[in-house]
């Protein structure tokens, strides 16, 4: 459950240190990575509201948080839809998860009817995403050795760089 590990953290650990059943420790995964996302599409919004209609701190802050954030990126929701919050829960990186596609759900005003299973289906794209991953990893270490994993983590790494500074 919590903010940076999500699914990201629990399923590999369930998987490598743990021993868990696949199933078993998938369902927990994605249990566990929901619970936030529903206190957040829940209670964010009567909370902000709360806290802009008592201190006026607030007020200014979230009205400046939502202009700055709906200008910068209002274009890309009309474009993309959102759908496109699936895909940005999907992707298993550190910025993107349950918890970051909860807040932008919060900051763009998306129903807590949309934005669940929205967020639900990107959640579990994201655990099938590293559950295959992270089995790929057991075993190119269980037959090749811990050496040849760690070498192809360095060169995966070193391409994604590669590509990045070139875009």
């Given at each position: 459950m919590?903010?940076?590990?999500?699914?990201?953290?629990?399923?590999?650990?369930?998987?490598?240190?743990?021993?868990?059943?696949?199933?078993?420790a998938f369902l927990i995964s994605v249990i566990g990575n929901l619970v936030p996302v529903i206190v957040i599409l829940l209670f964010l919004k009567?909370?902000?509201?709360?806290?802009?209609?008592?201190f006026k701190i607030w007020q200014r802050f979230?009205?400046?948080?939502?202009?700055?954030?709906?200008?910068k990126h209002q274009s890309k929701i009309k474009k993309y839809g959102y759908p496109a919050l699936i895909l940005f829960v999907a992707i298993p990186l550190p910025i993107t998860g349950g918890?970051?596609?909860?807040?932008?759900a919060f900051l763009f005003d998306v129903?807590?009817?949309?934005?669940?299973?929205?967020?639900?289906?990107g959640i579990v794209i994201a655990g099938f995403i590293v559950s295959f991953l992270t089995h790929a990893g057991i075993t190119i270490e269980k037959y090749l050795g811990w050496?040849?994993?760690v070498g192809c983590l360095?060169?995966?790494?070193?391409i994604w760089l590669i590509y990045r500074l070139k875009k």
């Open positions: 919590t903010p940076v590990g999500e699914l990201r953290l629990s399923l590999p650990l369930a998987l490598t240190v743990y021993n868990l059943n696949w199933g078993v009567p909370l902000s509201n709360w806290l802009s209609r008592n979230f009205s400046w948080l939502f202009e700055r954030t709906r200008e918890w970051t596609g909860s807040l932008v129903p807590f009817k949309k934005a669940f299973p929205l967020i639900t289906i050496q040849v994993l360095i060169t995966i790494g070193f």
